[in-house]
C-alpha cells in the first residue's frame, strides 16, 4: 500500500546512527585493533566491516558497491584487508564491536519492555526489502539474524540501510552522476562542507574536473555554486532514493513505519547525544537539505 512519500527518509534516519556508530566507537576500534588492522585512521577498519559480507572481494568491486571513494583509495585497502583477518572472522568481530558499542550506548534501554517490538518491526521491514540489482543489501541479507535483540535490530538496520543506499547509487547513476560529481553536487547543496569529503581519496584535480564537468552541464555556476539546475538534479536524486526505498515500509505499512520511528527515539538520541558521530559528516543525518519536490 503507497504510504507518504517523505516516510522512507524519515525512517532512514532514525535508524542509521543505529548502523553509523560502528564506524566511529571506540568499542569498535578496539575490536578492529585486536584482529589486526591499524586504528589511527577508520578507512582500515571501515573497509573491512563494510565489506565483510561480500567476501573476499577486491577493490574493483568494492569501488563499485560504495561508489564514492577513490578506487585509489580502495586499493590502499583491498584486498590487503584480507591478509589480515578473512571475512568470516571480520563479521564475528563485527559483531562483537556492536555488542560492546550498543551496551555502552543504550545501557538500560535493551533490558527495556520495547526493545522486542523494535526489534519485531525493524525485522518484518528488513525481510520484505527486495535485493535484486542491489549488492551490498543482499550481502547482508543472507548473513545469519543475530539472537540478541540488540544485534538483531543492527542487523535490520544494516540491511535496509543497505537497501537504501544501494538504491540511492541507481539514482546517481540515471541522474548521469559519476561518484566525484555525486560528492560535488552533494557537498554543492549544502549538505556538508566539501572538506569533508576529502575522506573519500579523491584528489585536488579530480575534484576540480568533476566540478568543471557538472558547471558545463548547468548544475553549478562559474563560482562552484548550485544552480536551480543542478538543486532540481539532485532533488530528483533524493526523490528516486526514496521511492526506491520505499519498499520495506510500505510492507510495514504506515501505523508500523510511525511506530517503529517512535521506538527509534530513544536509540537515535543516545547516538547523538553521545556525540560519537563527527558533528558535521557525509552521512546526511540531521543535515541533508530537505528536498523541495
Given at each position: 500500500?503507497?504510504?507518504?512519500?517523505?516516510?522512507?527518509r524519515?525512517?532512514w534516519?532514525?535508524?542509521?546512527?543505529?548502523?553509523a556508530?560502528?564506524?566511529?566507537?571506540?568499542?569498535?576500534?578496539?575490536?578492529?585493533?585486536?584482529?589486526?588492522?591499524?586504528?589511527?585512521d577508520?578507512?582500515?577498519?571501515?573497509?573491512a566491516?563494510?565489506?565483510?559480507p561480500?567476501?573476499?572481494?577486491g577493490?574493483?568491486?568494492?569501488?563499485?558497491a560504495?561508489?564514492?571513494?577513490?578506487?585509489?583509495?580502495v586499493?590502499?585497502?583491498?584486498?590487503?584487508?584480507?591478509?589480515?583477518?578473512?571475512?568470516?572472522?571480520?563479521?564475528?568481530?563485527?559483531?562483537?564491536?556492536?555488542?560492546?558499542?550498543?551496551?555502552?550506548?543504550f545501557?538500560e534501554?535493551?533490558?527495556?519492555?520495547?526493545?522486542?517490538?523494535?526489534?519485531?518491526l525493524?525485522?518484518?521491514?528488513?525481510e520484505?526489502?527486495?535485493?535484486?540489482g542491489?549488492?551490498?543489501?543482499?550481502?547482508?541479507?543472507?548473513?545469519?539474524?543475530?539472537?540478541?535483540?540488540?544485534?538483531?535490530?543492527?542487523?535490520?538496520a544494516?540491511?535496509?540501510?543497505?537497501?537504501r543506499g544501494?538504491?540511492?547509487?541507481?539514482?546517481l547513476?540515471?541522474a548521469?552522476?559519476?561518484?566525484c560529481e555525486?560528492?560535488?553536487?552533494?557537498?554543492?547543496?549544502g549538505?556538508?562542507?566539501?572538506?569533508?569529503?576529502?575522506?573519500?581519496?579523491?584528489?585536488g584535480?579530480?575534484?576540480?574536473?568533476?566540478t568543471?564537468?557538472?558547471?558545463?552541464?548547468g548544475?553549478?555556476d562559474?563560482e562552484?555554486?548550485?544552480?536551480?539546475?543542478?538543486?532540481a538534479?539532485r532533488?530528483?536524486?533524493?526523490?528516486?532514493?526514496?521511492?526506491?526505498?520505499a519498499?520495506?515500509?510500505?510492507?510495514?505499512?504506515t501505523?508500523?513505519?510511525?511506530?517503529f520511528?517512535?521506538?527509534?527515539?530513544p536509540?537515535?538520541?543516545?547516538v547523538?547525544?553521545?556525540?560519537?558521530?563527527?558533528?558535521?559528516?557525509?552521512?546526511?543525518?540531521?543535515?541533508?537539505?530537505?528536498?523541495?519536490?
Amino acid at each position: 500500500m503507497p504510504i507518504d512519500r517523505g516516510l522512507p527518509r524519515r525512517a532512514w534516519h532514525h535508524l542509521e546512527p543505529v548502523h553509523a556508530v560502528l564506524y566511529f566507537a571506540p568499542e569498535a576500534f578496539a575490536e578492529a585493533g585486536a584482529l589486526g588492522y591499524p586504528v589511527d585512521d577508520r578507512w582500515p577498519s571501515y573497509f573491512a566491516w563494510r565489506a565483510a559480507p561480500l567476501g573476499p572481494v577486491g577493490p574493483e568491486q568494492v569501488a563499485s558497491a560504495f561508489y564514492s571513494f577513490s578506487p585509489a583509495l580502495v586499493a590502499r585497502h583491498l584486498p590487503a584487508a584480507w591478509e589480515v583477518a578473512e571475512p568470516a572472522e571480520v563479521l564475528a568481530a563485527r559483531l562483537r564491536a556492536v555488542d560492546a558499542t550498543h551496551r555502552a550506548l543504550f545501557g538500560e534501554l535493551l533490558d527495556g519492555p520495547d526493545l522486542p517490538e523494535l526489534v519485531g518491526l525493524a525485522r518484518r521491514a528488513a525481510e520484505a526489502a527486495l535485493t535484486a540489482g542491489r549488492p551490498l543489501a543482499a550481502a547482508n541479507a543472507a548473513l545469519p539474524w543475530p539472537e540478541e535483540p540488540h544485534l538483531a535490530l543492527f542487523h535490520a538496520a544494516t540491511v535496509l540501510r543497505e537497501h537504501r543506499g544501494d538504491g540511492h547509487l541507481a539514482a546517481l547513476l540515471a541522474a548521469g552522476l559519476d561518484p566525484c560529481e555525486s560528492l560535488v553536487s552533494f557537498a554543492a547543496i549544502g549538505a556538508a562542507p566539501a572538506e569533508n569529503f576529502a575522506g573519500r581519496g579523491w584528489t585536488g584535480p579530480e575534484w576540480a574536473a568533476a566540478t568543471e564537468r557538472l558547471t558545463a552541464r548547468g548544475w553549478l555556476d562559474g563560482e562552484g555554486r548550485v544552480t536551480d539546475l543542478g538543486r532540481a538534479g539532485r532533488n530528483e536524486v533524493e526523490r528516486l532514493t526514496d521511492q526506491l526505498a520505499a519498499g520495506p515500509w510500505e510492507a510495514l505499512g504506515t501505523a508500523g513505519t510511525e511506530r517503529f520511528m517512535e521506538l527509534m527515539v530513544p536509540y537515535f538520541f543516545a547516538v547523538i547525544g553521545a556525540n560519537v558521530l563527527p558533528e558535521r559528516s557525509t552521512l546526511g543525518i540531521t543535515t541533508v537539505p530537505a528536498p523541495t519536490w
